[in-house]
């Protein structure tokens, strides 16, 4: 068997491994993912975005091109805003889409997205999210201090918290507890600074995966819920994450999130490895 074809990426350092795959040819095991996105016996990712027909698995969608994400741990996810960035400038880069508009489909329903220079000249890809629901309160236990927080969903499941202290201090290598019984399918945690009337700076421990160095969906449900606290539910800001920046604009039934894209490897897994791990 020949080796698998793979690319690795990342949106504002959020990292994943790329897989071509467009007839669903690939048997992706959660232990495949797990050990792809493994960062000493693999490549190392927050999570897998396999690039596959729509038609070959059998959805409906208005895009020819199906992200199909998995988090880092295996799981399956409806949506990871930064890698359909990632997704959608591979799409154009392998001739598959022309561009610069096209539509991207996901397990939250069809992405449109534009690719373009930014005003520096560097690649930026701007993904419509879709609408954004603030759906009730709930808690989180971080630092051991209980925070209240505001639920979110952006087609996948958010609670936000906004803290009056530095975000930047928060130890994050142990995973945030919440309230399993408002979130029974777990939940992305961001912790978010208001720098500003449109600047906010963000943490994120996203489920599956533990804290990463940003989180597409993530900033969109901050910019939400933050505009929400303020008696708002139309407006836009810049998110600041460890991994860089990104703008987020809200409005009613609808968002956008606009930032980089960026490949940094590409090559063949090895196909001993990958089959040792059926």
Known sequence: MAGIEFLKGHGTQNDFVLLPDSD?????TERRVAA???RQQGLGADGVLRVVRSEALGLESKGEWFMDYRNADG???EMCGNGVRVFARYLVEAGLETGPEFVVGTRAGDRPVRVRPDASGELAVTVHMGPVAVTGTSVAVVDGRQVSGVAVDVGNPHLVSVLDDDVSALDLTRAPRYDAEVFPQGVNLEFVNVLGPDALRMRVHERGVGETRACGTGTVAAVAATLHLR???SGEATVDVPG?????????GASTLTGPAVFVAKGELDAAWWNALD
């Open 24 to 28: 669903a040819s690939l048997e992706l």
């Open 36 to 38: 792809l996105c493994d």
């Open 75 to 77: 799981s399956i996810a």
């Open 231 to 233: 008696g708002d539910d």
């Open 244 to 252: 860089g920046r990104v703008a987020v604009t809200v409005r009613q």
